[in-house]
Structure formats: C-alpha cells, structure tokens
C-alpha cells in the first residue's frame, strides 16, 4: 500500500500525559499537513511541512503542540500536558505541490482519547 | 459565519434515487474546490475536484457557481455504498483546506 500511514491508529492516555503520532506520507509528495477532527465536523487545519520546512501553524496549534519533519519524509506531532480537550481524531495528509494541483490525501488518523 | 457551510442531513432516499448537495463557502478569494467523502470514523477520501466549467465522474456531477460562491453534488442512481457523509471543501491558499462540517446521505433498500 503506497497511501499515507499513520501510527498508532488508536491512543488512549490520561490527563497530563504527553503522546506522539507518526505520518508517512505518499513517497513522492513533498508537502505534508496535519488536521484535527472532532466529532460532528470537519478536520480542521493544524500545521503544514513542506520537505522539512515548517511553513504555517494554525492558531489552533497551542504551544503543547509541536510537529517536525526532520528529513522532509515522515512527521510527527507531539502533544505534551495532554487535556481532556486535545481527544480527536489526528488526520495526515500529502500532496504533490505541483502547479494547480491541490488534491491532498489523508491517512487513516490517529484517534485520540484524553481520560 | 463559517467559511464553509453545508446542510447537515441526513438526507434518507431510497436505492436508484438522485440526491443533490448544495454548499456555500464565505472567501471569494477561494481558487479551488472539492467533495471529499467520508465513512464513519475513517478518513476522508478525494471524491472529485470541482472545476468551473462543470464536471462528471460516472453517476457524480460536481458545478460550481463562483458568482453565488456555492458548490453543488449531484448523485444519480444512488447505491447503498454511497451512505457516508461528504464533505464540501475549499482551498484558498495553495496549502490549507477548509472543510464544511458534512451532509450526512443514507441510502435506504
């Protein structure tokens, strides 16, 4: 399967806790982003690479998230002092940034659970 | 205001029925347009980019208005598989996508 991967697909933590989510994005696309979705609406955007450089963070993005892509493939995003609030799902995308071409391609997200 | 706002649904029709989602979205600066679709807690998955001409892909008919600044998707022939809820979605700035929050369809035997 060439898709975007995402691990773990399921974190259950407690308060207070700090986690970290993987994204290997499809192989040739040199853009790499990270939405958050919660129950009953769309993801929402976080923050986006493109190869290592990080270019935009949302304000969404409080200072207990971080995210890298330190060789311009595979990302992670850390959340430390994990909240009841930060429970969602985690979704990866990639795109090819070629020129008029926005498609993007999730991957399979990383459910979270604060208890 | 959202930026992107969809009628929430559920739409309930029955197999072989055509269905019809409207969306407006608030930037006129927007440049690009999608319908992804959605499966219960899966990920979302690129159903068709939306151009201003007009586009099909088999039983799926995608328009864009940009004077009205709605987007529109048809479903003809409807089948039990396309129970999900789609998403309508804009871009604007070459990077973020901006995601209504989803019509919920049910295809019903």
């Known amino acids: 399967d060439t898709g975007v991967s995402q691990d773990p697909r399921h974190k259950i933590t407690k308060r207070g806790q700090n986690v970290t989510f993987r994204c290997d994005p499809i192989?040739?696309?040199?853009?790499l982003y990270w939405y958050r979705q919660t129950l009953g609406q769309g993801p929402e955007f976080l923050t986006y690479f493109q190869n290592e450089a990080q270019l935009e963070k949302s304000r969404l993005l409080s200072d207990r998230f971080s995210a890298e892509r330190p060789k311009g493939s595979f990302s992670t995003l850390e959340i430390q002092r994990t909240e009841q609030g930060d429970s969602a799902m985690y979704l990866c995308?990639?795109?090819?940034?070629?020129?008029?071409?926005?498609?993007?391609?999730f991957g399979p997200g990383t459910r979270l659970t604060v208890t | 205001r959202k930026e992107v706002e969809q009628d929430p649904g559920p739409f309930n029709v029955p197999e072989g029925a055509t269905v019809a989602f409207n969306c407006t979205y608030s930037n006129s600066a927007s440049q690009s347009f999608f319908w992804y679709r959605q499966d219960c807690r899966k990920e979302p998955k690129l159903l068709m980019s939306?151009?201003?001409s007009g586009n099909e892909d088999g039983r799926f008919t995608a328009q864009l208005n940009r004077a009205s600044q709605y987007i529109s998707l048809l479903i003809r022939d409807s089948k039990l598989s396309d129970s999900a809820t789609y998403l309508c979605?804009?871009?604007?700035?070459?990077?973020?996508?901006?995601f209504g929050s989803g019509t919920r369809l049910l295809v019903r035997p």
């Open positions: 192989s040739e696309h040199n853009r």
């Open positions: 939306v151009y201003s």
């Open positions: 995308a990639s795109s090819l940034n070629s020129q008029g071409s926005y498609e993007q391609y």
């Open positions: 979605v804009v871009n604007y700035s070459s990077y973020k996508l901006i």
